[in-house]
């Protein structure tokens, strides 16, 4: 039988979850939200998302609050956004936001955990209310399907954080896009190392297509033992401009009046190549073996016939380009012609001024990787993995083989499962396999993958891709090994003499 103490107690718990209730109406549907709507005097609402839950932390500060007003005026609530139609705009927030409504108006609105700001906006919001329903004052509300200052200051904040977001990005992405060249041409450059070019700029270049500065250029490669193996006019536009002389020093330099001729006049471009002769052929440098500053031979002797040095914007007296530069009514100095000085610029021009000469050896440029997913399993599954991969090689980015599954610090192992094979079973035995795999339309793909029970998977493709970019940065495959040996020769289709003074533009 209870004794009077515990009836006591129970009573006490029973009063005191009674009291909870009524302290906050909880409202989850939208005939509740009507009814709320109908009561008189303040109500301050606490908007909440299903997945997030109300603002349980402000329960007793807000239940101390309302007994110093001690107003029969102010209420409070909860509300459900997920379920109710009038509060679809709050749905998915996962901060707190305070809605304060006054006989079914809306009259304010606060977003966030600030108790002094918030009992102060309850106090004045309060005093307003009790004032107009005492006909001392007129009611200012906002429409409920306007937007109020604070989601208006709020949406103003989220525009401009995704707008620096996306500078960001699109700051990270043309240096992506950067490297991405920059590798792109290094490659084209082995497999050019006897090659360079010459652009005579419009004003050499006569009505009849008489070009009196290339003629000259002509006597002179024999001096340096190269002939010119492909000649044609071409008509530049801006992008063509910033693209030929890319990451050169003169790009900045040349008059505007000469990139706007540049680009509604055709332009002569050369392609030039060393002459080697048969007593050298065996000293010739395959591209495979060759270092940057082994295969810089063209360019130098170039160089030192256009400028009289290496430096483009400035021309020895000793130089062709000295002999033919002239000036503008501006009193600009325009020079004649062009030559790349590095075999990055040579590369850049040549991809861009000769591309079925570049295509013919087999050269295409890098492009932007497909967005991905890693993968990572413990390498003792490598053999179920590689028989896994037969079956989605056009699925499959890259595979290797690291020291962790952390991108930030692994270290490559191997990067074949023939090398994987061959390793000691002391390097095997904490040995991760990481497998990017590019993101498209293929479910069955990850479903498969997923089944061999992986340590890891990236949870989206931009998180994947990023982690990617770590495990397999553009570097990560030895530059040898993706350049073909390729025969320099097969450049050469067109050596035969060409008469400078009759050429024709090839048709496309």
Partial sequence: MPTKQNLAAVRKMAAKKGSQVQFQIDVTTDEEWNKLMERQGLVVIDIYSEWCGPCT?????????????????LHFALAKSNTIDALKRFRDKSEPMWMFIASGHLVNLMFGVDAPNLFQMIKTELENETNVLQGKMERNFIPFEELTEAEKERQAVALAKEQQMQLIYQEKLAAKMNAIRERSLMKLAKLIPTHSCVIYFPQMVSSDGSCSVAQKMMYLNDSISAAVVDQMQVQFNADTIKQVFYKCPIFPTLPASLQEAMQSKPVLVTLIQSVITDDAASNTLSPRNCRTDEYQTIEQKLTKIVYGDENPTGYSDQSVAFEFIVENDKGEKIPPMWTPISVLSKAAAIEVLFPRKVESIGYAPDSLPPPQLIII?????????IELTKDFTQDIYKIGFFDSIDPTNAKVICKSYKQFCDLSEEKKKNAKMVVAIKKGDNDDLLLEFAQVIPLYISPNE??????????????????????EEKQVDSFDEDKENINIDNYEIPAE
């Fill in 377 to 385: 399993y413990d390498a003792a599954k490598a053999c179920d993995i």
């Fill in 57 to 73: 932390a402000m329960v007793s500060s807000l239940k101390k609050l309302k007994l110093e007003i001690g107003s029969d005026y």
């Fill in 462 to 483: 931009k998180v994947g891709s990023e982690e990617s970019e770590q495990f397999f940065p553009f570097d990560y495959d030895d530059l040898d090994d993706e350049v």
